[in-house]
């Protein structure tokens, strides 16, 4: 099966800029993830989706952090305004049903400068 | 919530020697534990994982063994090859909450 897909796989912004990130998930998993993995560090959770509803978005900083999930499918994690602070590695992972069994895309490396 | 603390933070091994990672969580509610491996420029990948009713289990040259009164589990590479380098997360969920909670992460360096 096709893994989890991610676009763009590096980004490179200005601080107070906005940016976009794009998953699309293992086809029939219904629960979607959003993960910030800071360098040296476990990935955080920041945003669970099941199909396209929110489950879990208690660690997304919501007031510049936004997420959607259209159609139950392809998901968006947007940030505006981006700070320094927001340098990592963004992961996606999806899973079935909401089972703990996770795949991971490759994610995109945002900086900030 | 729950806290999973994992070192070392980094190991080297010779070649052909074992390598040991530990965790501790924090929540006794917790009761699945995979461990990923993640490669330079890549997304964490599921290597291995157990169970909450199982105390330890093998796949190959990997082992996980899990204490849940001591709430501390570990992962266990004998015959250390070059491509186990890479950093290695331990994790920890429970069934009424399907999140997973990472640990820091343990760079693992296979010295030849």
């Known amino acids: 099966e096709a893994g989890v897909a991610q676009s763009p796989r590096y980004k490179i912004i200005e601080k107070r800029q906005s940016v976009a990130f794009w998953c699309n998930p293992i086809?029939?998993?219904?629960?979607l993830y959003w993960y910030q993995q800071i360098l040296g560090q476990g990935p955080k959770l920041l945003i669970q989706?099941?199909?396209?509803?929110?489950?879990?978005d208690s660690q997304l900083p919501k007031d510049r952090f936004s997420a959607e999930r259209l159609k139950g499918v392809d998901s968006t994690l947007k940030i505006q305004p981006a700070k320094l602070e927001d340098s990592a590695v963004y992961l996606c992972?999806?899973?079935?049903?909401?089972?703990?069994?996770?795949?991971f895309g490759s994610g995109t490396r945002l900086t900030v400068v | 919530g729950e806290n999973v603390e994992q070192h070392p933070s980094t190991l080297s091994v010779q070649e052909g020697d074992s390598a040991v990672i530990k965790c501790t969580y924090s929540?006794?509610?917790?009761?699945?534990f995979p461990w990923y491996k993640q490669e330079l420029g890549k997304g964490p990948q599921l290597i291995i994982d157990?169970?909450?009713?199982?105390g330890e289990k093998k796949d190959q040259r990997i082992a996980v063994t899990l204490n849940k009164t001591a709430k501390h589990f570990s992962l266990h590479i004998t015959e250390t090859q070059p491509e186990d380098s890479a950093v290695y997360f331990c994790?920890?969920?429970?069934?009424?909450?399907?999140?997973?909670?990472f640990g820091k992460g343990t760079r693992l360096h296979i010295l030849p």
């Open positions: 989706f099941q199909n396209n509803g929110v489950v879990d």
């Open positions: 157990i169970r909450s009713n199982v």
């Open positions: 086809s029939g998993h219904a629960t």
């Open positions: 929540d006794s509610a917790s009761n699945y």
């Open positions: 992972a999806s899973s079935r049903d909401r089972g703990r069994i996770y795949t």
């Open positions: 994790a920890a969920s429970k069934d009424r909450d399907d999140k997973i909670i």
